[in-house]
């Protein structure tokens, strides 16, 4: 049985696994804190982490009715993420370990969102979109996983924050466009599709937003008046068309080049059931398979951590002695 921690940005998160089965997956979500602000605040995470993460840990072990001294492992995310965040979930990892003299492996947070789908034992392509990170990623084999392209400016989840703000709809922005998009019409605006056409494999969707921003700027009379729910609706399914179009696109073409059959959707926005929903058509039609996991396991949370530790562990590896975070850790294979 192995316990994950995670607390690399807004959520603090305690899960139990073993054999491949998720006995508790304890979340403590801080959106609410963090919503006022429209964005996550680097310092309040942190103290809600300080505040949480005892109680996180201990509920996680008494869901998944173990007592501590059963555990085989603990792990924890080591990165990337928010320095002061991920230092909370780090230091009351070691500090269980030590105590309970079990070993204690370090976890890349985006290579757990990489391998929260249950994949079959061949090669994919992944694409990993998060509010931080959006990745294309080719992996021959488990453990075996390199990058082939990634976002230049914003990441996905950052434009669906960042876009929902400009049009007066909440924080995490992107649950609120999905909602307000089933109302709209998405080819209400034109809206580009950046880097479509690129022959690289990244993405960019800064000049999105901005393209959004003026449309705004041109709809609203002055400053001081909001849109109406019709302009909002509108926006939203023609700006989350547009992304979930160059998403998809690239995405089928990365298969198809390395003759890859199985794709794989992780990371927060692969909650969004028109992302999955389009991706799906897609690879119908290519006769590829697409594997995502429940949207508990896409957003952030611990039981994705300890599910690739015990991959790791049972495979072999052994934890590092000496590591601390590591906040702009980079995907690379192992
Ligand atoms: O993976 P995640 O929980 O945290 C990071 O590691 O960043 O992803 C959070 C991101 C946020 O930007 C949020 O707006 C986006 O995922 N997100 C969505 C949806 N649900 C969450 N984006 C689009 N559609 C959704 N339904
Ligand atoms: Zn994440």
């Known amino acids: 049985m192995i316990l994950g921690i995670e607390t690399s940005c807004d959520e603090t998160s305690a899960a139990v696994v073993y054999h491949g089965q998720i006995l508790s997956n304890v979340v403590s979500s801080q959106i609410d804190l963090h919503s006022v602000y429209g964005g996550v605040v680097p310092e309040v995470a942190s103290r809600q982490h300080l505040k949480m993460i005892d109680y996180v840990i201990c509920e996680a072990l008494h869901r998944a009715k173990i007592p501590s001294q059963n555990l085989e492992a603990i792990c924890v995310t080591r990165g990337p993420g ?11 990892a070691r500090g269980l370990a ?6 204690l492996l370090p976890i890349h947070h985006m ?19 998060s509010g931080g990170h959006t990745l294309l990623v080719h992996a021959p084999r488990f453990g075996e996983h390199s990058v082939l392209g990634q976002t230049m400016d914003d990441a996905a989840g950052e434009a669906f924050d960042k876009v929902a703000q400009l049009i007066g709809l909440g924080y995490p922005g ?16 034109d809206f580009p599709r950046p880097m479509l056409e690129s022959s690289d494999w990244n993405f960019s969707f800064s000049g999105l937003k ?18 109406d729910l019709k302009q909002i609706a ?28 199985q794709i794989a959707i992780s990371g927060g926005v692969a909650c969004n059931q028109f992302l999955r929903m389009e991706l799906e058509r897609c690879c119908r039609k290519e006769g590829m398979i697409l594997k995502f996991a429940d949207c508990t396991l896409c957003t952030d949370n611990a039981a994705m951590i300890a599910l690739l530790a015990e991959k790791k562990l049972r495979s072999g590896v052994t934890p590092p002695k000496e590591w601390d975070i590591e906040p702009d850790w980079k995907l690379t294979a192992d």
């Open 82 to 92: 928010l320095p002061s965040a991920l230092l909370v979930g780090v230091s009351a």
């Open 98 to 103: 030590l105590r309970l003299e079990k070993p």
């Open 111 to 129: 290579e757990a969102h990489l391998y929260s789908p249950d994949l079959e034992p061949q090669p994919f392509i992944a694409l990993v979109v």
């Open 174 to 189: 992107g649950p609120q466009i999905e909602k307000a998009a089933k109302s709209g019409r998405s080819n209400a605006f």
């Open 210 to 227: 901005t393209a959004v921003r003026r449309t705004v700027a041109s709809l609203r009379k002055d400053s001081q008046t909001p849109l």
């Open 234 to 261: 509108d926006l939203s399914a023609s700006f989350q068309s547009a992304v979930v179009e160059v998403l998809v696109e690239k995405t089928i073409r990365a298969a198809k080049k390395f003759c890859v059959q």
